[in-house]
Each structure stands twice: as C-alpha cells, then as structure tokens.
C-alpha cells in the first residue's frame, strides 16, 4: 500500500514542476499546447495497452465495452458538475480561472487524477509498477501543470494558492493509488479487470474534454500529429 501511495503521489508531482515552470520561466501557449498534447497521445497509448488491453484478457468484450462506456458517463456528470461550479476552464492557459471558483478548480484537478492514480495503484497490486502507464501519467500532469497554472498566474493568482492546490491534488492521487491497491486485493474475490475498464473509459473523456480542446486552440492540425507521436512513444514503451 506504501509503495502503490508513493507511485501514485510521484506522478502527479510533476503538476508542481509544472506549475514551477510557469511561474519561473512564463512559457509560451505554443509550447504547453504541444506538451499537452504529446501528453494526450501517452496517455491515450496507455488506455489501450495497460489497461482496455489487460481488461479483454480476463473479462468479456461486452463486459469490458459496458464499462468502459461507464466510467465515461460518470467522469462526465462529475465534469460537467464542475463546471457548472466554476471549474470548467481549470486547465486554460490564458487566464480562464479568474473566473472560476478556486475549490471548484480544485476538485475538477482531482477529479482528473483520480482514475490515473487509481490503477496506478492496482498494477502495483498485480506485481509492479507499469513504467508506459507511469511515464504517461506523470507527463500528461506536466502539461495540465504548465497550462493550468500559467491560466493562473494570468488570472493574477499567488503561487502560494497554486501550489497548495497542486499539493492537494499530488496527495488525493497517492491516497487513491493506495484505494487501488486495497479494494481490488485478490483475496478479497475482487477482480481488477472493471477497475481497468472503468478508469480507461473515464481517463479517454478527461482527454476529450479537458487536454484536447486546450491543445488544439493552440496548435490546430497539427494537434493530431502531435497526438500520435505520443502514441508511438506508448507503443515503444510497451514494448520495453
């Protein structure tokens, strides 16, 4: 349970590298976008091969398909809660937050990390850490670090604040990868397999919504190329 806490709360730590960067070196929106999106394309590589792969492997495809499509809905009831509640441009890089409410932003940056870190936790249950899925977490927090925060900074907020934020959400991870690892332990009968299912369905809406649409505003076509050299780096990484 230790080590599943210490992994999940590793990769979101570089939310606060990102949100270092910002406030020290003010990077541009060009390069958050292509960050963000080299990010999306790990992450999307990761959904495929670690965790609607490893699912298909012990669970039906109807089962899997059904799950899948679960996690979504229920990622975007979460969302779109959110947003309603002044989280909805948590992740702008142009100072979309001074608009927002600061605990709402709060729990959208959680509700994000959530299912990275969940399964983050349970395959370091089912024998050690899955280094494609831990890259791709921990480089897709970067991006969301740099560009939320630069959104921040504009809006006129302390690094103070943002840090404490950032520090919030690092700590909620590790403590869901630690849930991971607890509630899907095999001698309870549990499988992880819907677990797999659920947190891709929801991690692929959290793209959607969230990562993309940033991206793209910023580097247009070329978001989708972007995107899929992410994917090479997934793909390669698997294969390690």
Known sequence: MIAAFFWGALAASSLLLGAALSYMFAPGRKTIAAVMALGSGLLIGSVAFDLVDEALKTSSIGA???????????????????ARNGAAKRKSSTGGQADGSPLAILMGSILDGIPESFVLGLTVLMGGISPSLLVAVTFSNLPEGMGSSSGM???????????????AVVIVSGLSAAVGYLVLDPASGRTGAMAQAFAGGALLTMLADTMLPEAFAVEGVFTGSVVAIGFAFAIALKAL
């Open 153 to 167: 900074r504009a809006a006129g907020w302390p690094m103070r604040r943002v840090f404490l934020i950032w520090s």
């Open 64 to 82: 899997v398909t059904i799950v899948v499509l679960s996690g979504a809905a229920v990622f975007t009831i979460g969302n779109w809660l959110l």
